[in-house]
Structures are given as C-alpha cells and as structure tokens.
C-alpha cells in the first residue's frame, strides 16, 4: 500500500498535468496533504478563503484526478491547514535554476505585458458578490478567465446598467493579468473604441490601431449596444477585428444592456458571432445578494453598518449595485461629519431620497398597459377574438409577462388569457421573441412598453 507521501506526490503531478498554469497557480499550488488513511485523503488549505474557493470550483476536478492516481474508492475532503501537515517533497529544479538568478514573483498588475490595460485593480473576482441573479455570468467569467480563449469565447454578459457588468470583465482582465503575466489584455468601453477609430483616421494611422487591438490575447469591450448608432465603417472594424483575434484563438468579452437578439441596429453577421458564443445576463439582485453586498462592501471599508441600517438600504435600493454601494459612502461621510455612529435614524434622516418604495409589477398591469398602447381594451387583448391587431397585441402582452415576471410560468400565463393551453402562450412569446432580431418597429414598441411598465414599478 502506498503511504502519503507517496500518494501526494503522484496527485500533484497528476493535477498539475491536467489544470491549466492559472488555475495551477491560483489554486491548486498552496494545497498540502493532512492526512491519507482507509481511501479518506484530507487535503489542506492555507486559509479559509483558499479553502472556500477549492471547494466550489475546484473540488470535483481533485476528485477525479484522485480516483484516477488511488482508486475509485477514494474520498476527498478539504480542511485548513493551520497543523503540521505532511509536505510534498521538494520539486527538482531548473537545469537553469544554478545559472539563472531567480526573479521575484510577478507583480499583479505591473509585470504585465500590456501596461495600459485600464483595469481597475480594485474589481476582482473575490470583490463581486454572486447571487441567483449572477450566478451563472460570474461562472462563466470564472472559466473565461482560467482558460483563456477556451471556455466560452465569446462571451457576452449583459443586464440594466449598475448590475456588475463591468466588474466582471475587470475581474477577468485583472485575473488574467496576474496568473498569465505573459499575456496582453485590454478593457476599453465601447465609446473608447469609437474614440480611438476616429483619430486613427485623422491621423491616417489605421495599422497602428489594428496593431494595438489586434495584438491582444484577451481583449474586453464595455458597452456595445452604442454601436447601433454608429456608422457602417466603425462596425466593419469592430467586425475584423473580433475575426481576427477569435480566428487566432484569443479570449473575447464583451458587455452590453440588452441581449444580441435584441440590438437591432448591429450588423446581422456580428449578431450571428455572438451567439454562437455564450449570452448570459446578469438580473436584478434579490433582497439576501443585496443585504450580502452591503455587509461585503461595509466589512472591505472598515464600516460598522448596524444589520437594520442594512436591511432598510437593501429594501429601498432593487435595482442598481452602484447606488447600493455608494450609499455607504454617502452615510460614512454623514456619519463623519456629525462625528456619531451609524444609525438607523442617521440614515433615514440623510439618504431619505435613496432608492425608490418600488411596487410589485402585476400581469393586470402589464395587460392594462399594452392594450392601451394599441388602443385596445384589455377584454379583447385576453379574449378570444383572432383579428390580427387583436393577436399580435395578445402575444406582446404574454412575451412581457413572461419577460418581466420571471416567477410567472407559462400554465400561469395561459390562466389569465381565458385559460388557454399553455402551448399556446409559448408558441405566442416565441414568435415576439424571433422577430425582435428583424423587426426594428416591433423592438421600438417593445422597448417603449418597458419603460413604461417600469415607470410603474
């Protein structure tokens, strides 16, 4: 039988083998063997952080390397390892390792190829709050940023503004930066872009610019949906140079507040590139992410925030992470000034414009609504009747309610429309949903209906 020592050693060779350098490096590196006894192997952790991370997104990956070196019996299970723990033999050295003085570790941010990356250092991965609303951007943006231009690529986030958007792809950007020093990595806003197009063909220096964005191995866009507005050459060269960078197989991310089906004014072919990616949207966080997000915000600020200052931020502001983080900031400075703690009343007496006392969206709104933008009654947008007006009116209204009340399923649907079959309504919100993508008017009313609907909320 083999003994610890010997196991670890045959497990880290195995892990190192099949996990990529960041995932390696950020990971799976710092773990130490506790203790290996009756197929119960116990790895350690140097932390809590360190060991919260290798059990969410690393755990299953250990498992298999393990049953594959020791056995399909084998069980694994993590601790911190703040005890003497049995360590690894030392790895063997460079052959270059007596000639070559050894450099310091990289830098985060400065060993990096690509110096004006305009990241914001401050945005990582370990800083994002996930939730339900977020979850599965914020693990895509996690794959993306282990393997570069191999998980998902492109991916595309999207969502309202203020929802985390950006702070992902800084995370990546900055992930990237720090586990990849080699590889060059630029975040630019979409307007950043437009800016740097129209000067290079001032100064007729368009090679220079397809040098400095085509060079990138990850390269993240903020924004796109202020490409609609834009001309057809600006599109051409957002076009070629996610061609060619996606052709060379480097990591694309980009941002933007509406799904690709829904920006009606980007080119069809760019459109298709897409989504033959990943699209994945970041909602409108619930109450326990908003309280989480506050605490977390709070705690990196050294803020004592009382749990029932918290609560009544979370309550007033639904909708927008940015308004919610920097009410912090404004109650900090009240509190400050008036040189008292944090109170309830503090923050009632100074941030009594926060947010808004949203009330909940309805169906019997949203149907209000749409028949009267159609100038119809809301008994013939539910009826029966098969008068074309009539139909498409119905559809939009089910696409909304489908769209705007995520809890409402489709058989919930079919009952407030006379009670149809529920086939039905999603045959009726499919056909809205295919026809956004080419049908500019029925985008313009839908997006119309929206904002109307949330100036009810």
Avoid: C
């Avoid at 033999?89 to 007596?98: I, K």
């Avoid at 996930?130 to 570069?148: H, I, K, M, W």
């Avoid at 872009?193 to 390269?219: C, G, M, P, S």
């Avoid at 009410?327 to 309830?344: H, V």
């Amino acid at each position: 039988m083999q003994n610890g020592e010997e196991v670890w050693t045959q497990l880290r060779e195995s892990l190192r083998g099949n996990a990529s350098e960041a995932v390696w490096a950020a990971g799976l590196s710092t773990l130490r063997l506790v203790d290996f006894h009756d197929d119960e192997l116990v790895i350690g952790a140097p932390n809590q952080i360190q060991l919260q991370r290798v059990q969410q997104r690393y755990l299953p990956f250990i498992t298999e390397q393990a049953q594959r070196v020791i056995g399909p019996e084998v069980q694994v299970s993590l601790t911190v390892a703040d005890a003497p723990v049995i360590a690894p033999p030392a790895e063997p050295a460079s052959p270059l390792a007596s000639t070559t003085p050894s450099a310091p570790p990289p830098s985060t941010y400065a060993a990096s190829v690509d110096a004006p990356a305009r990241l914001d250092p401050r945005m990582t991965f370990d800083s994002f709050v996930p939730g339900p609303s977020n979850r599965l951007a914020f693990a895509a943006a996690q794959s993306v940023a282990e393997t570069p231009g191999r998980a998902y690529n492109p991916l595309m986030i999207y969502g309202n503004s203020g929802l985390g958007k950006t702070h992902l792809l800084h995370a990546i950007g900055n992930y990237v930066r720090e586990n990849y020093p080699g590889r060059r990595v630029l975040y630019v806003s979409t307007e950043t872009f437009l800016n740097d197009f129209i000067r290079a063909i001032q100064t007729k220096t368009q090679l220079a610019l397809h040098e400095r964005y085509r060079e990138n191995d990850v390269l993240l866009i903020d924004d796109i949906q202020f490409m609609e507005q834009r001309g057809e050459t600006f599109h051409e060269e957002i076009f070629h140079t996610y061609n060619a960078l996606h052709g060379e197989g480097k990591q694309i991310v980009l941002t933007s507040d509406r799904s690709p089906r829904d920006l009606a004014g980007l080119q069809d072919r760019f459109r298709s590139r897409l989504l033959q990616g990943l699209v994945t949207e970041v909602d409108q966080p619930d109450l326990e992410t908003r309280i989480a997000i506050l605490r977390s915000k709070a705690e990196a600020e050294r803020i004592a925030l009382p749990d029932d200052v918290t609560e009544w931020i979370a309550q007033r502001v639904r909708d927008n992470i940015r308004e919610l983080e920097g009410s912090i900031t404004m109650l900090r400075a009240f509190a400050n000034l008036r040189q008292e703690p944090i109170t309830l009343e503090l923050a009632r007496a100074h941030l009594a414009n926060l947010g808004q006392e949203q009330a909940v969206l309805k169906p019997e709104t949203i149907l209000s609504v749409v028949a009267e933008f159609y100038g119809l009654s809301v008994d013939d947008v539910r009826g029966s009747k098969r008068l074309r007006p009539l139909v498409h009116a119905r559809h939009v209204a089910m696409f909304l309610i489908r769209e705007m009340l995520n809890n409402y399923s489709y058989p919930m649907i079919a009952r407030i429309f006379d009670g149809r079959n529920h086939t039905t309504v999603i045959s009726g919100v499919e056909k809205i949903r295919d026809q956004l993508g080419s049908n500019p008017d029925l985008l313009s009313q839908i997006n119309q209906l929206k904002r109307r609907l949330q100036g009810e909320m």
